[in-house]
Each structure stands twice: as C-alpha cells, then as structure tokens.
Nanobody
Framework: QVQLAESGGGLVQAGGSLRLSCAASGSTYSSGGMGWFRQAPGQEREFVAAIRWSGGVTYYADFVKGRFTISRDNAKNTVILQMTSLKPEDTAVYFC?????????????????WGQGTQVTVSS
C-alpha cells in the first residue's frame, strides 16, 4: 500500500505564490511517476502537472506552463508543485497521485493512488 500526504495549500491573493508538497510512503518502489490534478466546485478533475521518477521528465497542462513548476526529491519520495502568478481561476482542491506507469501521466486513469487533496484559494 501507498499513502500520499499533501500539504501547502491555503489562501493567497492573485499574483501570489504557493508551494504544494506531496510525500509518498509505503510501497513506492514500483512507482513510475507522480502528478498533480485539481478539481474546482462543479468541475471535473483536471490534469495540472506530472513528473517521471526516472529521468525527471515533466509534463504540464497548457494553462499552467510558465507559472507552475513540478520537481521531485527521490530520496524523500516527495513531489513539489511550485505555483506562481496565481489567478482566481486556479482556485481548486489539488490532489497528488502516484502511478506505476511512466507514461500517460496526464490521464487520471493512469494513477493507482491519490492523496486527500489540499485546498488552494486565490482571491482577486
């Protein structure tokens, strides 16, 4: 089993920054990558960013390119999402996921485990 624990959400003004962390524990040895998704009220969960464990290849949704950066700390089994230039439309619950695959990381169905989510609220 794998447990994922997100942290770092909160309330920030438009234009501000937040740093989300996701720590994985348990049987993570077979993981291929991790990613972040978000879900706003009344909306479907959508892909934000992902990273492969091997090689550190990153993937981003178009709407966050240039504003968000995903990185990893392999030794700590932790993935970081650095968010800058935040907009009110970034308001959502952000979830991290762990996948046994190293491809298809922009699709939710590729993920085997999910965290509980952390709320990000951006005020205008």
């Amino acid at each position: 089993q794998v447990q994922l624990a997100e942290s770092g959400g909160g309330l920030v003004q438009a234009g501000g920054s937040l740093r989300l962390s996701c720590a994985a524990s348990g049987s993570t040895y077979s993981s291929g990558g991790m990613g972040w998704f978000r879900q706003a009220p009344g909306q479907e969960r959508e892909f934000v960013a992902a990273i492969r464990w091997s090689g550190g290849v990153t993937y981003y949704a178009d709407f966050v390119k240039g504003r968000f950066t995903i990185s990893r700390d392999n030794a700590k089994n932790t993935v970081i999402l650095q968010m800058t230039s935040l907009k009110p439309e970034d308001t959502a619950v952000y979830f991290c996921g762990l996948s046994s695959l190293s491809y298809g990381l922009s699709m939710g169905r590729s993920y085997d485990y999910w965290g509980q989510g952390t709320q990000v609220t951006v005020s205008s």
